[in-house]
């Protein structure tokens, strides 16, 4: 039965008007409540597009979350409802509830570490620019790896790096080992050997980093042209179809492209220039340039 043919009992007129925010159900004539409680009847939050009502449905679950946003958190404002500050006794009652709230959303040694460690990915995340997916990934492989108890003896950073690491292997984001090192401020050698070991323990699948992928990055750091990144892919191309990069490292390989690139185009960079950009040393453009050129016919 709609409102519309329900009548007030008190006055008798259908005018009866349901309030979402209070919940409650009244008549609009003389104002007498009906009913209270009532069930929200608006549809969910389903889509990108559809308007956010926080009130209605929360926020979105996530890993990077040590309780995956599941936990409910009370206001740190002293206000009531109507917007007036609480009373001295209440905002006592209120500071020891917070208190005890935040302390049993975390329970365990576990919940702990797993706090503190998605804290610092979070932090990695906004230094290394990396988008919201790498970041539910690499909490991911991290929360597999404190399963297996793979922290102990290791500290959480390392762990942190290289689980993050990792998950920009698995979703090809160019993203080396040195950058990650730089980030969180340890050595490269700590988060090689620990990502070596949840790679070996976790049993991940890496797929093979193609060289093409590390052309627009080394581009932007150089502050390269368009047409210099299309000539150099065209390059990587043609090397490609002859078996040319098999084995060797696909920065190497692609600042090398780009700096062919350059000198048949006249753009005037040296080799120095592209080795800051991508990373790696002089030496190892030239050793590349040489068999890019013997393939390619440059």
């Known amino acids: 039965m709609s409102l519309q043919e329900i009548k007030c ?43 956010v009502i926080k009130s209605h449905t929360g926020d979105k679950t996530s890993l990077t979350r040590h309780d995956r946003g599941l936990s409910t958190m009370i206001n740190p404002f002293n206000k009531d409802s109507t917007g007036n500050p609480l009373s001295t006794s209440m905002k006592l009652s209120m500071t020891r509830l917070r208190k005890w709230d935040s302390r049993s959303r975390v329970k365990t040694s576990t919940d702990r570490n797993l706090q503190q460690a998605l804290l610092e990915l979070l932090k990695m995340k906004e230094k290394l620019s990396l988008p919201d997916a790498i970041a539910e990934k690499a909490s991911y492989i991290y929360r597999k790896a404190l399963e297996k ?83 150099a892919i065209k390059i990587l191309k043609n090397a490609e179809k002859q078996n040319a990069l098999a084995g060797k490292h ?49």
């Open 9 to 51: 009992p008190r006055c008798g007129k259908n005018t009866l008007v349901t309030d979402v925010e209070s919940s409650e159900v009244f008549c609009s004539n003389c104002g007498i409540v009906v009913e209270e409680k009532v069930d929200d009847g608006r549809p969910e939050r389903r889509f990108a597009d559809s308007p």
């Open 149 to 231: 108890k793979l922290v102990r003896g290791r500290s959480i950073s390392s762990l942190v790096a290289a689980s993050l690491y990792a998950a920009c292997r698995e979703s090809e984001t160019p993203r080396t080992l040195r950058e990650v090192a730089a980030t969180i401020g340890i050595k490269r050698k700590e988060i090689s050997a620990t990502y070596r070991l949840i790679f070996k323990e976790l049993d991940l699948k890496m797929p093979v980093i193609d060289s093409v992928s590390c052309i627009a990055k080394i581009a932007s750091n150089a502050e390269l042209s368009e047409k210099t990144k299309r000539h």
């Open 250 to 298: 696909p920065m190497g390989v692609a600042a090398s492209a780009l700096y062919l690139a350059c000198i048949n185009l006249e753009e005037n960079r040296t080799q120095k220039d592209i080795a800051d950009a991508a990373g790696i040393t002089e030496v190892t453009i030239r050793n590349r340039c040489k068999n890019l050129k013997a393939v390619v016919g440059i």
